[in-house]
């Protein structure tokens, strides 16, 4: 299953549902993260459940494994569709995670589990300075990647240029999940590097996350069927 993840970077509750309302019929993936999470309490997902989209919680817990686990159970008792773990939690807490989702789901679909590996803010310098880790850092994504799969979780977010390496370390069928996305024509806004949704569909990514383009453009939906179109070919 591929598709296209709106991330819904607003600040409250009002403008993300005025913002969502336009997308009544189509039902996107939507990924609502910390800001809005912790600003509006576990309701702001209850609701856009219940109008119909599908939810990428982006939480990235990062604790030990019983308290991930329990955690876990509650995000799955809120109907998300995908969460995710930082992969430096460990194996044992990844697998504790995945429980939690499992415990939570009580028998619907158990969400999708994610790991981040290293954050894109981290450079391999500040990764071998400030954490100590001598390695290149595309050996660590391939290893915390690896360690994500050995846990049971179904992939990894990753930079476009990650999924490559990750899809080669665990194999096609482990998810890689993309943000950075960009049209040659649009502002870059902060990010670096940046990929089109026609690359990235080539390089094979499952998921693309999307933000300003989407968000920021003055019709919102034409640029997320532009988006899918490009991506999915749909
Ligand atoms: O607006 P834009 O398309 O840049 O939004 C991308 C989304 O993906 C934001 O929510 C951002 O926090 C998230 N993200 C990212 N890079 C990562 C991980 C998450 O841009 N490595």
């Known amino acids: 299953m591929r598709d296209v993840i709106i991330a819904c970077d607003f600040k409250d509750k ?3 549902l005025n913002f969502l309302k336009k997308f009544e019929g189509l ?8 800001e809005l999470f912790y600003g509006e309490g576990p309701d702001i997902v209850r609701e856009i459940k219940a ?3 599908k939810i990428f919680l982006d939480l990235k817990l990062h604790d030990i494994p019983n308290t991930v686990r329990k955690a876990m159970a509650n995000l799955a008792r809120l109907g998300v569709d995908m969460t995710n773990v930082h992969a430096s939690g460990t194996v044992a807490m990844m697998e504790a995670a995945k429980q939690g989702l499992i415990e939570g789901a009580e028998g619907r679909e158990v969400p999708i589990l994610i790991a981040v590996t290293q954050l894109t803010s981290t450079s391999e310098e500040t990764m071998q300075r400030d954490l100590l880790i001598p390695e290149k850092i595309e050996n660590v994504v391939a290893h915390y990647a690896q360690n994500a799969q050995k846990a049971g979780l179904d992939g990894v977010v990753c930079s476009p240029l990650e999924a490559e390496i990750v899809k080669k370390a665990c194999g096609t069928d482990f998810k890689t999940v993309t943000p950075g996305i960009r049209y040659p024509d649009g502002d870059k806004g902060d990010q670096a590097r940046v990929t089109t949704p026609m690359k990235a569909r080539e390089i094979g990514t499952d998921f693309i996350v999307v933000g300003r383009p989407i968000t920021a453009q003055e019709d919102p939906v034409a640029a997320y069927l532009r988006v899918r179109k490009d991506f999915l070919g749909e």
Request: a neutral charge.
């Open 14 to 16: 009002e403008t993300t």
């Open 27 to 34: 039902n996107p993936y939507v990924k609502i993260g910390m």
């Open 51 to 53: 109008m119909g989209y």
